[in-house]
């Protein structure tokens, strides 16, 4: 099983910075792509940012020049800095990731995961 934990998520006043992770665990071969999305209440999850194995970066329009998302290979870790937080940023974000892993058999699978998501919250 891979499982992917996000952690990083709070209450912060506008303005204000924090620092999500998400950690994919389990047999691990490699990861094509990571990213996060953002669900708020009514509205659709929609994407926040992804990061290539290559660090080819996209973000959406809303975040462009206050998010900054990076990975790192060696912990199977994938972080989202976020900058200059409005209160339309409050959302419970999710990680996402391809991941290839080793089953118990040693076979090499490949498939589509997603965190249980954390919530961030920008009020004064």
């Known amino acids: 099983q891979v499982q992917l934990v996000e952690s990083g998520g709070g209450l912060v006043q506008p303005g204000g910075s924090l620092r999500l992770s998400c950690a994919a665990s389990g047999s691990i071969f490699s990861i094509s792509f990571m990213g996060w999305y953002r669900q708020a209440p009514g509205k659709e999850r929609e994407l926040v940012a992804t990061?290539?194995?290559?660090?080819?970066?996209n973000y959406a329009d809303s975040v462009k020049g206050r998010f900054t998302i990076s990975r790192d290979n060696a912990k199977n870790t994938v972080y989202l800095q976020m900058n200059s937080l409005k209160p339309e940023d409050t959302a419970v974000y999710y990680c996402?990731?391809?991941?290839?892993?080793?089953?118990?058999?040693?076979?090499?699978?490949?498939?589509?995961?997603w965190g249980q998501g954390t919530q961030v919250t920008v009020s004064s």
């Open positions: 996402n990731a391809d991941v290839t892993y080793l089953s118990y058999s040693y076979i090499r699978r490949t498939g589509d995961y």
């Open positions: 990061i290539t194995s290559g660090l080819s970066t």
